[in-house]
């Protein structure tokens, strides 16, 4: 099927309709060219923690782009992402005062240097940071601790979004579905059990955006984290223990260009 309206079409044909996207797109394809890819060129846990957290942040712009700043940050950090952050010298942070992705620069890196340098000290993974028995509540309180260290540039918060300032939260929530999704297609990680994958959130990116709403999925005017929440409980009524899934077949025909 190559297009589907929403005013023209029952619940049930839209239902059908995504489940084949969403078989579709998850596969392991879907990694080469998406941000994806950066976390799974490792096998450590922490390894993948590191560069999925950060390939989401970077993740807007041309997808080639993100590939490319988000590569050039591991070979920054030796290819060993968590050895790094544990263990480099200060002489090894003047290597990122040149990286730079639009708006992300080196006084953001450098930041992001230091507070996985701190926290790896003390947790083991970076589940820890995300505390609470919602995805607004461990977004909420994940901010909260990036930004209350005493070397906190203000300038980087803009980097950290929050559903207490009704952001849509699009990358932060694509990373935790990398994490806690489970579903052995070899794509999403599945590494994070505290939260679990009914309770994620969709993120919503313009492509999400635009084809959930040909397909009558999102009212809402605004893109922010009320609109979120709408989207995620439409596709609720479609998979009520993984609605998220559904992120890979409308991101899917809208990169593609199928709507």
């Not at 461990?138 to 203000?154: G, S, T, V, W, Y």
């Not at 990398?178 to 994070?192: A, E, H, I, T």
């Not at 223990?241 to 990169?255: H, I, M, S």
Request: include cysteine; hydrophobic fraction near 40%; proline fraction near 5%.
């Amino acid at each position: 099927m190559k297009y589907i309206s929403g005013e023209d079409v029952s619940q049930q044909s839209v239902k059908e309709f995504l489940d084949a996207k969403a078989d579709q797109y998850n596969q392991p394809s879907f990694i080469e060219h998406d941000p994806i890819s950066i976390p799974h060129r490792f096998t450590r846990r922490q390894d993948i923690e590191i560069m999925g957290f950060w390939a989401a942040v970077l993740a807007w712009g041309q997808r080639p782009v993100i590939l490319k700043k988000a590569n050039e940050l591991i070979d920054l950090m030796d290819a060993a992402p968590y050895d790094f952050v544990r263990n480099h010298q200060e002489s090894d942070l003047k290597r990122f005062l040149a990286f730079k992705h639009r708006t992300f620069n080196a006084t953001d890196a450098l930041y992001f240097l230091h507070f996985f340098h701190n926290y790896y000290q003390q947790h083991d993974s970076l589940e820890d940071a995300f505390a609470g028995d919602t995805v607004e509540q461990a977004l909420i309180n994940f901010h909260d601790r990036f930004c209350c260290d005493p070397f906190f540039p203000e300038r980087t918060r803009k980097h950290i979004a929050t559903p207490a300032r009704n952001s849509s939260c699009k990358r932060l929530l694509m990373f935790l579905r990398w994490m806690v999704r489970q579903d052995n297609r070899g794509v999403d990680f599945g590494l994070w059990t505290r939260l679990q994958p009914h309770k994620l959130i969709m993120p919503i990116d313009v492509h999400v955006n635009r084809v959930a709403r040909r397909l009558g999925l999102l009212n809402r005017p605004q893109t922010d984290w009320k609109a979120a929440l709408e989207l995620t409980e439409t596709l609720r009524q479609f998979d009520s223990a993984d609605p998220v899934r559904y992120d890979f077949a409308l991101f899917g025909l809208g990169v593609d260009g199928e709507m």
